[in-house]
């Protein structure tokens, strides 16, 4: 253990964590040393396997612990402002995986506590703390393609009926577990949205989730946007903005295994290379590790983070409105302080 770096302790034993730990492995700024679980020797077997010091047989026990800084809720979407707002209320940081809040009420939870303990609450978005999104950002934002116009985005993996991600009971669905990264992008390059419409196909099972979605977004200044995310079909991982002179298009933009950013002008293409970092390339545990560094360097420095609290009731208060899109096949229009 180093003596300087931040300690992360697990809730879950799903195997994100078991991706975001080894991601961290030798990082000089944020260390994993503590799992919890429900079931004491899962947590037991998860710790030995990856080399973890301590486990325990609770989530509140973890909570309570001195050898724990801030904690990782990796837990199912149903559970994370519960245990996000708990894990803040004991004195923690928090990085709580996406959605960390479905609705503006659970996310103004989850900042009151922060902002009551002193501590630091952040959103599970990786890809954004990664050297080639905030190129693509710097490039869009210096003209590179005119006047953004439309952001487009998309992913979609394969998952079998039993995944929890096909399980509403535990907040399963497409547009939780994929759709906030694409909406997220339509915000980092387009603004807040000003309307949203969702439409979705539900899966045969008993208790049905939304199995694919499709979305289109507007802004106050009328950038459009769409995206669209399924839970059974092929793999894919897009993002492009067009702009009134060209078109930013970045590839496998969520895992960030490319270190490049592809600006097209007038049928050719220039390839700008993101800031070299050693955790790039077809790792794709990379992303989260610049992540986790990211926010433990902030939190042990006391510098303000890169998404901070209006950010995540910014990114909740969409979720929530395409959510109720969805339910309702109409149009919803989001609050003016959302907009701009």
């Known amino acids: ?36 679980s429900r079931d004491a020797e899962k947590a037991r ?27 990782y809720v990796a837990l ?42 002193g501590v630091v609450c952040v959103e599970g978005l990786m890809y954004r703390h990664h050297p080639r999104t905030e190129l693509a950002r710097k490039l869009v934002a210096e003209g590179a393609i005119g006047e953004v116009t439309l952001v487009r985005g998309a992913l979609s993996v394969a998952v079998p009926p039993d995944d929890i991600r096909r399980n509403r009971a535990l907040g399963g669905g497409a547009l ?24 979705r196909v539900l899966d045969k099972g008993e208790d049905p989730v939304d199995l694919r979605v499709a979305a289109t977004l507007r802004s106050r200044s ?60 077809d790792d794709e545990g990379g992303v989260y590790r610049l992540e986790f560094e990211t926010v433990s360097s902030a939190i042990k420095d006391a510098a303000a983070l890169p998404f901070g609290a209006d950010d995540l ?9 395409l959510t109720r899109s969805a339910d309702s096949g109409q149009p919803v229009e989001l609050s003016a302080q959302l907009r701009r």
């Not at 998860?46 to 904690?71: C, G, N």
């Not at 939780?176 to 439409?199: K, N």
């Open 45 to 71: 077997r998860f710790a030995d396997r990856l080399d973890l010091p301590v486990s325990f047989a609770s989530y509140e026990e973890l909570l309570t612990s001195d050898s724990v800084d801030a904690v």
């Open 76 to 117: 199912p979407v149903s559970m994370h402002t519960e245990w996000t707002v708990k894990a803040l209320q004991a004195g923690k940081h928090v990085l709580c995986e996406k959605p960390f809040a479905t609705s503006a009420a659970d996310a103004r939870r989850c900042v009151d506590a922060a902002e009551k303990a």
């Open 176 to 199: 939780g577990d994929l759709g906030a990264y694409c909406s997220s992008a339509f915000r980092l390059f387009a603004g807040e949205p000003r309307r949203v419409h969702a439409e």
């Open 313 to 321: 009731m910014a990114q909740a208060s969409v979720h929530e409105a």
């Open 222 to 281: 009328g950038v459009l946007g769409t995206f669209d995310v399924g839970l059974d079909l092929p793999r894919r991982d897009e993002l492009e903005i067009i702009g009134t002179e060209g078109r930013v298009v970045v590839d496998d933009p969520w895992l960030c295994r490319d270190t490049t950013v592809q600006v097209w002008r007038d049928g050719s293409c220039v390839r700008h290379e993101a800031e070299h970092t050693s955790v790039s390339g």
């Open 1 to 36: 253990m180093t003596g300087s770096a931040l300690r992360w302790g697990l809730l879950s034993t799903a195997s994100i964590g078991e991706t975001v730990v080894h991601a961290n492995r030798g990082s000089e700024v944020a260390e994993f040393v503590a799992v919890a």
